[in-house]
């Protein structure tokens, strides 16, 4: 009963999506407020609607309700009540159900705040958004229904995907899709403006707040999900260059871009046309990577249930939305002419340097993630593109961004003095240099883009606190500092985390010990400066798994610092192996030990490895969402849109 | 217990992907034969190299590198072993030849598009903005307003 209510609860809420963007859209034409006002209702009821549909779905995987296909395939009455729940996104109709909600969820949001925009604007920008919502509630009622019921229910179901039982990836999806559904909240910004055919600072400071709020979910499921993949697939990589990882990376970077080309829009009003066609790729790039997850063009470890019609139906989603704004865009783009004149050196300069570098590295990622398929049709050559050229050929990009970020962060708007801002940082330099020449000194034989990486993180680190004390005055005082606007606090909070995530990922590549071997029971041995003892293995019994545990305990000089349980998984009834890694938290180094095969000799087969800085990955990917979310609680988002506040964000004196 | 132990004989197993049986004595000979691990592709996984497969194809890989080096065969040797097998396709990495070279050279060249574009658009907006000329209507107005 709840299913059916909860399925009819989606096909009223695609029909109240429909409604709300013709009729807001007719009424923004016609200057008629009435219709417009359909527009704040229509996203609340279409909101609620869909939420429901959303909670029967839970509901019925809470309570295992076997009658239903969805439930059958991707549960078991066995599994933990958290999986349950998590198992409800854990499949392709009900993650498309939860991307939906949240297009809703977004339009909803934007009813509730968007008080202060301008009524053609507000029913233009809500309308857009329904629009989106319709394409995906048509696709998921006419290919990807999950109230689908079976005739005979049996009597337990077949679990989830063993390794989506964790609570990494419980929680990995909503993030991830609350960052690629709020970008387009942007989007639609965006299309709204060009149907308006206005820009202006106001426009900026509405979509900002959207795009950071989107940067900063896409920055934290991106981490999860990175963080979820070292420890559970065995190896301990962070990053894979895997397609289904490049389409979150890809929004991810212009996202970055959009949010500092927006602050060009807002303090300068220029940039416009740019920041716009931003937008629209953001959210273009979202779209692609939903079609690249779920057509199965690109082999990817994420395997969804692909299916060849589902993907031409996202590509027609998004060939119409991208394909449609940016043909829009040329016709309207003309339109919207840049007011701030500023030098060839100057904060806008800089802030367009970061857009066109994150801009060209996120299109290498692209190039590489579809140049097998562009190999194939076109030179029939059958061919991978895997880390190895990921790595060559996008980290030069970032090196170059680390190493202008500094600079152009502090320089004033509209005109400044390049060798000027470079002496101000001049001891943050030597000192940047001095850390990377120490670390260099201390290594030998192995590649130089450790101590390059972390010379650069280090830069960036400083950089951006020597930035932040510059905005106390000529003296600097502490008491200003923690009365700086919260966006001051934002910038330097993620910038600093992008240092330290450099730095991570500087001593994680370049630093790492890797041992494999046989360990008898009792036996130590030495990995690096530590030492490790296989003191027990026991086959023990979980809720829906039997695992293989080994005990093992890590020494250094000769003191006990750790006790390691690395498991060995097996789910009957998904059949499927998993792998549990023991991993010895540090700031300065993870070890990380997996237990493998018994050996026909005795003794266990045993991975262990030292990982220096790993967590400074995941520390500075912390930061850089704390960042954003400092920005986004500014006083100027809260306060009334559009009047500006002069002593804000005062241009620091020269 | 008897039945969970035939139920753990039955699946595969799991976990660690290079095993110590496959290792080679000489330590230096197996670092050359890892670093070959992560350039070779698992042609039965999706995107993943030999050296974090689990697959049986991945395992017999293995193997074959450590043979081929331990015959005294060069890294391009044993990449071009599997080369002549499988295709490039085993390759992770895209050899930098022929129209493979396009997507070596295409971040490079967007950049150079992009520092062009960025570089004329600052020109453009580093100049005052210019004023239109007046009309001659205007023109004989502001005259009339300078004789006087």
Sequence with gaps: MITELGHFALILAFIVAIVQTVVPMWGAWRKDTRLMAVAEPAANVQFLLTGFAFAALMWAFIVSDFSLQLVVMNSHSAKPMLYKISGTWGNHEGSMLLWVLIVTLFGAMAAWFGGNLPPTLKARVLAVQASIAVAFFAFILFTSNPFIRVAVPPFDGQDLNPLLQDPGLAFHPPFLYLGYVGLSMAFSFAVAALIEGRVDAAWGRWVRPWTLAAWVFLTIGIALGSWWAYYELGWGGFWFWDPVENASFMPWLLAAALLHSAIVVEKRESLKSWTILLAILAFGFSLIGTFIVRSGLLTSVHAFANDPERGVFILMILAFFTGGALILFSLRAGAMEAKGVFGMVSRESALLANNVLLAVSCFVVFVGTMWPLVAEMFFDRKLSVGPPFFNAAFTPFMLL???????????????????QGMWKLRYGFILALAIGGLIWAMQSGRSLLGPLGILLGAWIVIGACMDIWSRTGKRGSFTRLFRLPRADWGKMLAHTGLGITFIGVAGLTTYQQEDIRVAQIGVPFDVGSYSLRLDDVQRLEGPNYLSTMGFVTLLQNGDEIAQLRPEKRVYPVAQ???????????LARDVYVVIGDAQVNGGW???????????WIWIGCGLM?????FSLSDRRFRVAAGARKASANPVPAE | MKRRAFVLALLASPAVALDPSEMLQDSDLEARARALDHGIRCVKCQSESVASSNATWAEDARRQIRELISEGQSDQDVKDWFV?????FVLMDPPKTGSSLALWLAGPAMLAVGAL??????????????VAALSPTEQARLDEILKK
Aim: aromatic letters at 8%; proline letters at 8%; a positive charge.
């Design chain 1, 605 to 615: 087969a045993i991975r262990t490895y030292i990982k220096p800085l790993t967590n």
């Design chain 1, 576 to 586: 499927m192996p998993t792998t549990e890694a023991a991993i010895d938290y540090d």
């Design chain 2, 117 to 130: 574009g960025a570089l004329s658009y600052l020109r453009g907006r580093s100049k005052p903005e210019a």
């Design chain 1, 625 to 629: 969402a704390l960042g954003g979310l």
């Design chain 1, 401 to 419: 961004l680390g190493l202008i970020l500094p600079v152009g962060s502090m320089m004033p708007w509209k005109r400044a003095k390049l060798l």
């Design chain 2, 84 to 88: 002549t097998r499988y295709g490039e």
